[in-house]
Nanobody, 126 residues
Framework: QVQLVESGGGLVQAGGSLRLSCAAS????????MGWFRQAPGKEREFVAG????????DYADSVKGRFTISRDNAKNTVYLQMNSLKPEDTAVYYC???????????????????WGQGTQVTVSS
């Protein structure tokens, strides 16, 4: 079992940057494929980015490709989401999630992930 705690959200102007962090408890962080999802008011939770257990493979939603970068530091039990060139449509609550089954494959459906953080709000003003 793993517990996830996100941080780094906030209010930023369009074109700005934020870096989200997700700290995981436990000693088996490297056993999880990690993902970032987001949910805007009135919308379904959507995949943003994912990273394989050792960080060799990443995947991104088309809407964030070229602007967001996911990375992980297994020694620090932390996964990051660097968000650049932010747009108002990026406004949402951002969640990190852990998939205990996948090894290299990165799934974009929330049901594939076993553990979730509480979320951090990102607001981008125009």
């Amino acid at each position: 079992q793993v517990q996830l705690v996100e941080s780094g959200g906030g209010l930023v102007q369009a074109g700005g940057s934020l870096r989200l962090s997700c700290a995981a408890s436990g000693r088996t962080f490297s056993s999880y494929v990690m993902g970032w999802f987001r949910q805007a008011p009135g919308k379904e939770r959507e995949f943003v980015a994912g990273i394989s257990r050792r960080g060799a493979r990443t995947d991104y939603a088309d809407s964030v490709k070229g602007r967001f970068t996911i990375s992980r530091d297994n020694a620090k039990n932390t996964v990051y989401l660097q968000m650049n060139s932010l747009k108002p449509e990026d406004t949402a609550v951002y969640y990190c999630a852990a998939d205990s089954v996948a090894y290299v494959d990165i799934y974009d459906t929330p049901t594939e992930y076993d553990y979730w953080g509480q979320g951090t709000q990102v607001t981008v003003s125009s």
